[in-house]
């Protein structure tokens, strides 16, 4: 034992030294990198989607090889510090820069998208003036945008244009408007464009682009190009003194036109201007950038050397809390393993019982099985039927019940007599499906009564509700109920039929459980409810229950059933299936044989319930006549 400690003690030291170093030297590390990322955007200021977006990044004392990048909108490729960043939608992009695996630093920047183009036609947008020839050697309409940084290219698609034409009273007729499928003019365009008759504007309008970025885009503005040439002699002699206002008019506003080429060509110097102090300006960032990257270097490095005397005092505190720890650490060790091996002992006595236990239920099924009736004299007496029954926990405390009843002619005429009853057919066949209180092994004793004093029942009486009646009345006294408060509530909920020879009528009672009838070729269930009393418990034993009979046809359909298939929870929402959903299912596949409707009804509830524990016994019947 004491060499166990002493080996004990040594190797916890050890790994405890070598825990302490590992965090420290990690922590160091990490204070050194995570300030020291430099992440810019060439030429740009923020990302935008459908282009390529080239972004620079800088890291002191790490390879570029063992960097890796990631983005959480869209994709990031690139060496060497250069990278190309692709946006898949709009709002903020997060850049995460790791050291092989370790995460030392992230960057956020805005995603969005390419701002829209302007239209050009002869070089001219928005309502300017033109020649005629001017317009048709230009032939087709262009877009770009002013005073972007990146030079991105922009295809038109397609494009109206709106023209009046002048009759011969000189009035205007309605508007022409004619569509291009391409930024090109039409030679039908071209035609409109020469007729001296259209009125001096002429409008481009509904301009589509195709962008870098994939998106085919409608843009807001037009062109307006007012004609300076237009042919005026059809005119009145009022309408064309009119005509030479507006001529000098429109010299005036050639003059302003060259005046405004003056100052737009001062513009576009100020503009180039402009763009050179805006390279500046960005070298300038570059640079401030590169001191930045340097005080986080020098910064670094004062963390570091501060970690580093941090990490001396700990140590020496770590080592002072380690020698009480493992102290600690054996006496607790001593405990967990004397506590271990009571607990192994318990585990063993616990796993005994287990076994005896189960091994007694596993029997307890063997027995319920030889009460319940042979499915082959089922088969034989009903063909065309089915019974799904699935027990909750290895035996169950829902059963099935059947008896076929054959009589001779003395014995029918002597019980007619008797009992006063109407004439019956001499072959019964009778069949249940009942629910007994619980489940488990407690519900197996229950549906052991329950199938015992059905057996005696109907050795007295054909009729279902007489049956039922005595059922009930035989379990109250087996189970000693008698309505007091100390006696037990345990009873039965049944649903019991019979048929004649010749399937064409059955006779139904129930105890809190009905029958479902399906008519041939009509997808709808005729439901035929139970006395709301239960079998035993807390029912009189004067409770009637009330008689139903039912007339058949050829290929009717027939259910029985308990309530274990319908209160079953489903894995995808922890809800119940409820009646509503397990008539569906029914109504769906009533035109499969019973056979196949087994097989479907009991995949349909394994899949159903999935993962989840069974909710109760499941038990239904299907006959077809």
Known sequence: MKNDIHVLIKNSIYKYFVIIFLFFWC?????????NVSVSLDNLNALYLGIDNSITIAIAGIPSENLKIKINTGSIEGKNGKYIAKIYKTGTAIIEIYDREKLIGTREFKCLFIPSPVPYLAGLTGDTNSKREDLISAECIT????????????????????????????????????????????????KYILNPNIESAIYFDNINVLCPDGINRKINSRITIRLTDEILNKLDLEKQKVIGQNAEILFKEKRISEQNAKMNTQSNVLEQQTTQILKRKNKIKDQENEILFQKNILKAQVIKIKNQKMFLGISIFVIVGIIFLMIFSIRSYLKVKETNLTLAEKNRIIARKNLEITDSINYAQRIQKSILPPLIEVAEALPKSFILFKPKDIVSGDFYWFHEKVMNDTEKETVEFFQSLPARPSSLIFIAAADCTGHGVPGAFMSAIGSEKLNEAVLRSEDVSEILKSVNIGMKKVLHQSGKEDSTSDG????????????????????NRPIWVIRNGIAIIDETKATKAAIGGQTLDEQKFVKHTIDLQKNDTVYLFSDGFADQF?????????????????????????????????HFIENWKGSMEQTDDILVIGIRI
């Open 27 to 35: 922590n160091a590390l990490h204070g050194q990198n995570k300030d």
């Open 143 to 190: 877009a770009e945008i002013p005073n972007f940084l990146l030079d991105l290219k922009f295809t038109v698609t397609s494009f109206s244009m709106m023209i009046s034409l002048i009759k011969q009273d000189q009035s205007i007729s309605e508007l022409i408007v004619l569509n291009s499928t391409s930024g090109c003019l039409t030679e039908e365009m071209k």
């Open 492 to 511: 039965m909920d049944i649903a019991l039929c019979a048929f004649n020879k010749d399937m064409t009528q059955l006779e139904f009672a129930g105890a």
């Open 570 to 602: 489903g894995i995808k929402d922890n809800k119940k299936l409820k009646t509503r959903k397990f008539k569906e299912e029914i109504l769906n596949n009533i035109h499969k044989s019973m056979e196949d409707q087994k097989i479907y009804f009991d």
